[in-house]
T-cell receptor, first 116, second 117 residues
Framework: AQKITQTQPGMFVQEKEAVTLDCTYD???????LFWYKQPSSGEMIFLIY??????QNATEGRYSLNFQKARKSANLVISASQLGDSAMYFC?????????????FGTGTSLTVIP | DTAVSQTPKYLVTQMGNDKSIKCEQNLGHDTMYWYKQDSKKFLKIMFSYNNKELIINETVPNRFSPKSPDKAHLNLHINSLELGDSAVYFC????????????????FGEGSRLTVL
């Protein structure tokens, strides 16, 4: 079963505008973690932001914030004041605990293009 | 000091050959993973090891064999390479338990781009 769903294969945003990248997840476990990663054209995977399932407040890291709606099982990434360097693939991921370790599920990604 | 390092970064080889990709992490993590990223950028888990023990083995051809000599290393050996094996292979690691204030995120290596001709 699909654990992480990203429904936007591609998004465009004007430089200096804000953009929201959607992510929904599916789990019955009460304890989980939600992550966003950025993959620029150079290929490396860059960790951006984390939200724990028990965290009461939405996570923020600089221009990144995670809009966590637990009842809706959504974890959207908001990038404020977009910059040209934000053009990249963005992956939403969920960590689900297992008895013997952790399993990470990834969405199919959203390609963001920032337009000057 | 690179946290998760994998070598080589690029591999170009002929169909039918055997190749290996090595991965090492210096973060003291218990769990290591191999992911395959295809041309559509989809990240697919292949294997996961926790303290040298295999815990996740997704539907992967048995031409792929992971080996973990110790918890800091997880190597990937591929036999009889096929065209469809061309992809970027990422090694990653994570702590088994999230320490207070930690995120327990997945740390990725730089990726190894395999091209099979």
């Amino acid at each position: 079963a699909q654990k992480i769903t990203q429904t936007q294969p591609g998004m465009f945003v004007q430089e200096k505008e804000a953009v929201t990248l959607d992510c929904t997840y599916d789990t019955s476990d009460p304890s989980y973690g939600l992550f966003w990663y950025k993959q620029p054209s150079s290929g490396e995977m860059i960790f951006l932001i984390y939200q724990g399932s028990y965290d009461q407040q939405n996570a923020t890291e600089g221009r990144y914030s995670l809009n966590f709606q637990k009842a809706r099982k959504s974890a959207n990434l908001v990038i404020s004041a977009s910059q040209l360097g934000d053009s990249a693939m963005y992956f939403c991921a969920m960590r689900a605990p297992m008895n013997t370790g952790n399993q990470f599920y990834f969405g199919t990604g959203t390609s963001l293009t920032v337009i000057p | 000091d690179t946290a998760v390092s994998q070598t080589p970064k690029y591999l170009v080889t002929q169909m039918g050959n055997d190749k290996s990709i090595k991965c090492e992490q210096n973060l003291g993590h218990d769990t290591m993973y191999w992911y395959k990223q295809d041309s559509k950028k989809f990240l697919k888990i292949m294997f996961s090891y926790n303290n040298k023990e295999l815990i996740i083995n997704e539907t992967v051809p048995n031409r792929f064999s992971p080996k973990s000599p110790d918890k800091a290393h997880l190597n990937l050996h591929i036999n009889s390479l096929e065209l469809g094996d061309s992809a970027v292979y990422f090694c990653a690691s994570s702590p088994r338990r999230v320490a207070g204030g930690g995120t327990g995120e997945l740390f990725f290596g730089e990726g190894s781009r395999l091209t099979v001709l």
